[in-house]
């Protein structure tokens, strides 16, 4: 370590420097002419400290930090180059990602907008969702809310689209309405309009006993309300009875007025007038000319059938870079570190220098692209966690779950590499142990430099 101060330069020349001490103190000025543009030492301070350089000692001290810091440099490329290697990785996983990415908007595309049909196909259509839907049980709670909806003010059905909506906005007019609803679906099951289906949940026989009795009672005289919310309790009524009851609102949600249902999903309807030949299949069903390339764009389910028959998959290919960036990263934080070490034990970690500011530089962008990267990940993740909800419109080729966020602040420096970077600079002639060393100090730090200028002055 240099003691250093501008008012005991005199001294450190008349006292005489070893020839290692020389070479840092050189070094250590060319950094701060580097980032500040002016000099420490004059011209006849330099050629005085190389005069006294008469031992040979001194000389090989001289020459072997030189070389030291050669040996180092060229390390700082080396761990560059290695950067240079993980940014490539990083980025080819991110580009595997972003290509997924769009394929999965590129065939969820094709559900934005109007289905197109035609006229027989929306018929058809229409026919089977009719059927599904008479088949279907639907709640009484729901007919009631439904119900509500349907005989509240025009002016609120424009704004209010759900029955939901109108309790959260207007809770009491909401209970007025409601009771109303449920008056008129009385009167439809006690004329026998509305026939209740079944009951959902787990009845003990007297319960069951006094339901059916209610049943038959329905019609020959008026039940109170207590009997009333027995009866209705977990009732359900088809979609059948709701559709020929006379309740406008289920006819147009069964015939599917604007919507149809198909696979779960609900699609706004376009009907093609006089499609030409080749957009008509036999059935006389539209026929998309570019369906193939819609489901897959890129080929990339062709491609990855392929791979998988080779024993790897798209998945596999982002994992397997994944995991090489973390082993590359953690090789280039052993050469970091080692490189950081010495610089602090010489010539003070204040000073950077080109070298030094390219190391940092690779080191900001790898951190910069891994971010990146995650995020790739985190918006992949995403989609997988709604396509498994949903149980609809997977996402296709890569697994992104199974994919591992990578954290730059847990990557430790390869231990190995670390050693062996340490060895191969103490054989260049940093001396045994030299990264356990204090900090140096450059010719401007320190408190007590500044004091002793200020009692020499």
């Known amino acids: 370590m240099v003691p250093a101060g501008k008012s005991r330069l005199k001294k450190l020349l008349l006292k005489g420097l070893t020839g ?24 006849v301070d330099r050629a005085n400290l190389r005069n006294n350089l008469t031992t040979k000692e001194d000389v090989e001290g001289y020459n072997d930090f030189r070389e030291t810091v050669l040996f180092v440099d060229r390390y700082i490329y080396t761990a560059c180059a290695g950067g240079m290697a993980i940014l490539n990785r ?37 026919a089977e969702h009719r059927k599904t839907c008479f088949n279907e049980n639907y709640p009484i709670d729901q007919v009631l809310a439904w119900r509500t909806m349907a005989i509240a003010p025009d002016d609120i059905k424009k704004k209010l689209n759900y029955p939901a909506d109108l309790e959260e906005q207007s809770p009491d007019l909401y ?19 509305i026939k209740i289906t079944h009951y959902e949940g787990d009845f003990s026989k007297e319960e069951r006993r006094k339901i059916r009795g209610l049943e038959k009672r ?41 919507d149809f249902l198909d ?25 998309d000319p570019e369906e193939e390339f819609h489901e897959d764009p890129w080929f990339f389910n062709d491609v990855n059938k392929r791979l998988i028959k080779r024993g790897t998959s798209y998945t596999k290919i982002v ?43 690779c080191y900001l962008d790898i951190g910069s692209e891994i971010e990146s990267l995650n995020k790739e990940i985190k918006d992949l993740q995403d989609i997988c966690n709604m396509c498994n ?25 390869d231990a190995g590499l670390s050693k062996e970077v340490r060895k191969w ?13 204090g900090k140096a100090t450059s010719p401007e730090d320190g408190e007590e430099e500044k004091e002793a200028d200020a009692e020499e002055g």
Do not use: M
């Open 175 to 193: 209970g007025k309405l409601f009771e109303k609803a449920k008056r008129q679906i009385k009167e439809l099951i006690r004329a026998g309009t």
């Open 90 to 126: 990083l980025l080819k996983a991110k580009l595997f990602l972003k290509d997924c990415l769009w394929h999965w908007r590129t065939r969820e595309a094709r559900h934005w907008g109007p289905v197109i049909v035609t006229q027989k196909q929306y018929e058809n259509i229409k």
């Open 218 to 258: 329905v019609k020959v005289e008026t039940l109170n309300n207590e009997e009333w919310e027995v009866l209705l309790d977990k009732a359900y009524i088809s979609g059948e009875q709701l559709y020929n009851s006379g309740l406008p609102e289920w006819p147009g949600w069964i015939e599917g007025e604007e």
């Open 425 to 437: 600079i103490t054989q260049a002639g940093a001396g045994e142990n030299w990264w356990k060393k």
């Open 319 to 361: 994992q397997g870079l994944i995991a090489r960036a973390k082993v590359d990263l953690a090789g280039f934080l052993a050469y970091r570190t080692a490189i950081e070490d010495f610089y602090r034990v010489t010539v003070g970690a204040k000073y950077y220098g080109v070298s030094r500011r390219n190391l940092e530089a």
């Open 20 to 43: 290692w001490e020389v070479g840092v103190l050189f070094y250590q000025e060319g950094l701060i002419i580097e980032d500040r543009g002016s000099a420490w030492l004059t011209e």
């Open 389 to 413: 909800k949903s149980g609809k419109h997977s996402l296709p080729v890569i697994d992104a779950l199974s994919l591992e966020l990578i954290d730059i602040t847990k990557v430790k420096p």
């Open 263 to 287: 696979k779960d999903d609900y699609y706004q309807v376009a009907i093609i007038q006089k499609p030409a030949f080749f957009q008509v299949d036999k059935k006389g069903y539209y026929k």
